[in-house]
């Protein structure tokens, strides 16, 4: 088990290297069930390749096995600038200071993006510029173990990165064929591995020393070597099979949008908590402001909250589909033809608010003018990014303005089916104030469209006030079932309240609901540019509203909170009759609506952080932590793999070629475990060697004895200067030393000269059988 260190031809080499690629470009397919689409895969492959290829070129060309690592990561650096560096590389490929920067948006975009996405994700530029770092940290680290170190068993240990992460995002893990086509790739590299050494060994044959290595018959040692190459493909096999089942997967509600300001983009655990504490702050901070018409004051949603559990409103989980670009938009769900419906163009300019949700009128037809890469929801049609966030952004939203009437909405069909079922559901345990005011309220209407506007009507009656501090006060902030009985009890609460419980007694009156969260239509300026007005838009602005669907129709907004926004015209009371004048209620003047009420202290969500305060995307930090892991259990091995190549090169460069040697064969015993006093000279420390069981053969016991000769000639005898003969004989006899001293060894002992070798924490010592060392 001791690394081989006769020298590779090229051939031998580019054969490892070959089986190391197919190893880790293999081993990568695992990570297909989390993204979607291939090219993400083709681009690892390449950076592979350059990599690992790159290195078997500079080995070729003679550099120093100690510093191939390092011209591989030079190569690494230099395919992802040519992949990824954009305008900011020296003729393509040359990294500059401004490549380094770009690699960081890079990476935080990465960052950002898996903690958006749900699985399958979308390989976007920042998620494939860290795919594809990461393999090629991988390929580098499996390069290292097979041709450094020259231990291809334990190149399993970063193959096995790759495998194990679906295990902790989905349930069922990495699927079967990777498993098995990552083994079959391991086992194709063993046994590569052990051709190669077999055929340097023959190749070495002509010393008498090394020949003794090769005895006959030789297929004994390669059918040993295959059953142990099968062993522990197996074994591997079973425990990434196992750990891939039996690893708990993060729910993959924790990738979905989860990247933003507050809760109320999170899990949905008690969303409306973190908005109230938002709207108990009393700054007010510029959030966007746009142009538009003088008519055209739309509400601007971030989310919709569609699934309600009892406890908390929540996003229903769906992943990212790469279909859905914002440059066009879908009709929003039931609108028929009779609808009265007109395009109208927004211009949206950012100012400081920070979010992974684009705020956008309901319902948008299309979005020019973003950067990054942004995606329409199915069915709220709410627009999210996968890599970046609002900031500094300036688009144009086309707005389909639909007019409704009431006598539509009264028309409209019952609504059924097994696509709205979701907006009707409800936990058995409704308190019995809730159903008691949907009973009451919506009793005396004939259609639903009636108690949707009884309702809104009941909650904005002076019955309720508007207020921030009540159900703190009182304890009951949030929207849960507990909540929205207590407010019904109180009467007093502030947006997500009001919104909250018309959604939840609308379901209980069998019209589906849900909740929108963004902003209301902000406060109108003097500026006019291109003959529309400029509206600004602030923290104080932030809003929660209810959207109830009618057949037909489709969703349509209401507002049930007193003083806040506006009251659409098809919802007020007695809408549609001649005799009725609707008047404007409270923040709803048709001049300069503020959707403010007097004194409320609004505080926009997010409107001035920058960070993402939901998940903590602690999954990818555990790869990154995974990956770390293998490089730092590795580390000891390539330090000693480094310190042994240049010891090899000493010898064949006969610079003190004999005192090399030695040094060497005492730190491979040091590094198997065998105690040898620190003070005895190399003769006494070749009579403990040699009660070894290796150094019962004779070819091993003469292969000692040279070393020892040698040695005490160099260090105690008159000089002279090693010829070739010398040198050739001396790489010989370590070689074979050096297989004695494994022989007999338990697995584990091997193993752990390798991972963890003793004689590197020796060298703060004085070594034994330094040139100070006094005689035996």
């Known amino acids: 088990m001791h690394p081989d260190d006769r020298p590779l031809s090229r051939a031998q080499r580019l054969a490892l290297t070959a089986a190391s690629f197919l190893l880790v470009a293999v081993a990568s397919m695992a990570l297909g069930p989390l993204i979607s689409g291939s090219g993400w895969w083709w681009l690892g492959a390449f950076i ?27 190569i690494l650096l ?13 003729a393509l490929i040359v990294p500059t200071a401004d490549t380094f920067p770009l690699f960081g948006d890079l990476f935080d975009g990465a960052q950002r993006t898996i903690q958006q996405q749900a699985v399958p994700a979308i390989a976007v530029p920042a998620l494939s510029f860290v795919l594809a770092l990461g393999v090629g940290v991988l390929a580098i680290c499996v390069d290292v173990l097979v041709q450094t170190v020259r231990m291809p068993a334990l190149a399993a240990a970063p193959a096995l990165v790759p495998i194990l992460i679906p295990g902790f995002i989905i349930e069922s893990g990495a699927e079967v064929w990777a498993l098995v086509f990552s083994a079959a790739a391991y086992l194709l590299l063993l046994r590569v591995d052990v051709r190669v050494r077999r055929r340097a060994n023959l190749a070495g044959g002509d010393d008498d020393e090394r020949a003794a290595t090769v005895v006959p018959p030789a297929r004994v040692p390669a059918a040993s070597g295959l059953a142990t190459t099968l062993g522990l493909t197996t074994v591997g096999i079973l425990v990434a099979t196992v750990l891939a089942a ?51 004051r739309p509400y601007f949603t971030l989310l919709t909250l569609d699934r309600f559990e009892g406890a908390a409103w929540g996003v229903t989980e769906s992943p990212v589909d790469a279909d859905n670009t914002v440059d066009a938009l879908p009709l929003p769900d039931g609108l028929d033809g009779e609808v009265e419906a007109k395009e109208h163009p ?82 058995d345990d409704v308190p019995s104030i809730i159903s008691e005011t949907a009973d009451t309220v919506t009793a005396a209407e004939a259609t639903p469209y009636d108690a949707a506007v009884a309702i809104q009507s009941y909650l904005r009656s002076d019955r309720f006030e508007y207020s921030t501090e009540a159900p703190v006060e009182e304890g009951y902030d949030g929207g849960g079932f507990e909540v929205i009985a207590k407010f019904l009890e109180n009467k007093s609460g502030y947006c997500v309240h009001f919104a909250s419980t018309m959604a939840v007694l609308a379901r209980e009156a069998g019209i589906p609901s849900r909740i929108s969260v ?6 109108a300026t003097q500026e006019r540019v291109g003959g529309v007005q400029r509206i600004e838009v602030d923290s104080h602005d932030l809003h929660a509203w209810p959207e109830l669907y009618f057949e037909g129709v489709g969703w349509v907004p209401f507002e049930p909170t007193p003083g806040r926004g506006s009251v659409p015209d098809y919802s007020r009371p007695g809408a549609g009759e001649a005799a009725e004048t609707p008047t404007p209620t409270p923040g709803a003047s048709s001049g300069a609506p503020s959707g403010r009420p007097e004194l409320d202290p609004d505080r926009g969500l997010g409107a001035s952080a920058g960070g993402s305060v939901g998940v903590d995307g602690w999954w990818w930090r555990g790869g990154i932590v995974v990956l770390l892991a293998v490089v730092v259990l590795i580390a000891p091995a390539v330090l000693r793999a480094a310190q042994r190549s240049g010891r090899l090169r000493r010898i064949r460069r006969g610079e003190r070629p004999a005192d090399a040697a030695w040094d060497e064969l005492v730190a491979s015993a040091r590094d198997l475990g065998v105690r040898l006093d620190a003070t005895a000279t190399p003769r006494g420390a070749a009579v403990a060697l040699a009660e070894r069981e290796g150094f019962r053969e004779p070819a091993a016991a003469a292969a000692l004895l040279v070393l020892r000769d040698a040695v005490e000639l160099e260090r105690y005898g008159p000089g002279r200067h090693a010829d070739e003969a010398s040198v050739a004989r001396l790489a010989g006899a370590l070689s074979t030393a050096r297989a004695a001293l494994a022989v007999g060894e338990p697995l584990a002992g091997r193993y752990r000269a390798v991972l963890v070798p003793r ?5 703060v010592r004085p070594a034994f059988g330094e040139r100070t060392a006094t005689g035996a």
């Open 48 to 74: 592979a390749a350059g990599t690992m290829f790159g290195g078997s070129g500079l080995r070729a060309l003679r550099v120093p096995g100690s510093l191939v690592p390092l011209g591989e990561l030079v």
């Open 78 to 90: 230099l395919l992802l600038t040519l992949v990824f560096g954009g305008g900011t590389s020296f």
């Open 246 to 296: 039996s690893t708990p997967s993060i729910s993959t509600s924790l990738l979905l949008g989860t990247g933003s300001q507050g809760a109320i983009f999170g899990r949905g655990v008690t969303p409306f908590i973190d908005l109230g504490r938002d709207l108990r702050r009393p700054e007010p901070r510029p959030a966007f402001h746009y142009f538009a018409r003088d008519n055209d």
């Open 346 to 427: 927004i211009d949206i300019v950012v100012d400081e608010v920070r979010t992974t949700w684009l705020p956008l009128p309901y319902p948008t037809r299309s979005v020019e003018g973003l950067s990054g890469s942004w995606f329409w929801d199915p069915g709220a049609l709410t627009v999210r990014s996968v890599d970046t966030d609002t900031g500094g952004q300036r688009y144009r939203a086309t707005w389909l303005d639909r007019q409704p009437t009431p006598a539509q909405l009264r028309s409209a069909r019952p609504t059924g089916g097994d696509d709205l079922a979701p907006y009707l559901a409800l936990p």
């Open 518 to 523: 963004g902003y209301t239509q902000g406060t």
């Open 759 to 763: 004689s590197l924490v020796d060298r």
